[in-house]
């Protein structure tokens, strides 16, 4: 049997890009971000966190119906929409696999060298590209065209603007005001 964790452990901190350190077991549902020793502040990001907490359910809904992972999971979560993150920006994301601590209420964490409104930027071009991609597979020059134009009009920024403004990030659910 494994031995438990203890908060403040040498096992339960997490190195951050910026070199400093964070215990796992002061990361929980309701944080979003954090200001950091370093003089930054950090995006925080856990598992069990909606994919709505970056876009709209109905793109989720989009993203779960279409995504295929090649994962033991059987939809699209969050956990994969870090992955491209992390594939992106290697040198800027922290992760720790707290799967085998019971204390800290989920599986995986990640902490970005981003605050959490820069991270949402980032989330939402990785999946205009992602879309974008797919749509390329589509064989269809008119659903590739329609796609591109649409795409010249969207404004990640004010998407963002918008999006946050109409989300109640502060309740752990995260849900639309």
Known sequence: ???????????????????????THDLHLGLREFDCACGGTHAVVLDPHPLARFVPEFLVEVLQATVEPSDDHDEFTTVHLLGVVMEEF????????????????????WVTDFDS???????????????????????????????????????????????RAERDFEDRHDSAV
């Not at 049997?1 to 070199?19: I, N, Q």
């Not at 040198?91 to 995986?108: F, I, K, L, P, W």
């Open 1 to 23: 049997m494994a031995e438990p964790r203890v908060p403040g452990s040498r096992d339960s901190a997490l190195e951050l890009p910026c070199g400093e350190h964070v215990d």
């Open 90 to 109: 290697p040198d800027s994301v922290a992760v720790a696999d707290t799967s085998e601590d019971g204390a800290v209420g989920y599986s995986m964490a």
């Open 117 to 163: 409104r820069r991270l949402h930027e980032v989330v939402v071009e990785l999946l205009v590209e992602l879309m974008e991609h797919a749509v390329s597979h589509a064989e269809d020059d008119a659903v590739m065209d329609e796609f591109e134009e649409q795409m010249l009009q969207f404004d990640v920024e004010a998407f963002v603007d918008q999006y």
